[in-house]
């Protein structure tokens, strides 16, 4: 299973940033899909997750300004975050719960700009 992330760029402080999660199997097949980030020198965490019943949980540093989510008849996985700050800044990962079993992405860099 592959997981193809998309979206990321450089974008301005302040500004919106859409990713995107395109798995190579269908996205009913994960009890949980979500994304990661990993800033230089910095260990990865969770920024968003959303399982198969679409239920949805947030870090607190995104809370309020993002929103995760799953559409099955385009097989893919989304984050919008807004109000992005310099500390957004990272390599953000697509991850999938296939049973027991992560799966990663190779990852898509949002740079934000001051």
């Known amino acids: 299973v592959q997981l193809q992330a998309s979206g990321g760029g450089l974008v301005q402080a302040g500004g919106s940033v859409r990713l995107t999660c395109a798995p190579s199997?269908?996205?009913?097949?994960?009890?949980?899909m979500g994304w990661y980030r990993q800033a230089p020198g910095k260990r990865r965490e969770l920024v968003a997750r959303?399982?198969?019943?679409?239920?949805?949980y947030y870090a607190d540093f995104v809370k309020g300004r993002s929103t995760i989510s799953r559409d099955v008849a385009k097989n893919t996985m989304d984050l919008q975050m807004n109000s992005l700050g310099s500390e957004d800044t990272a390599v953000y990962y697509c991850n999938a719960a296939q049973g027991s079993i992560n799966i990663w992405g190779q990852g898509t860099l949002v740079t934000v700009s001051s």
């Open positions: 199997r269908r996205i009913v097949a994960f009890k949980a």
């Open positions: 959303i399982t198969a019943g679409n239920e949805a």
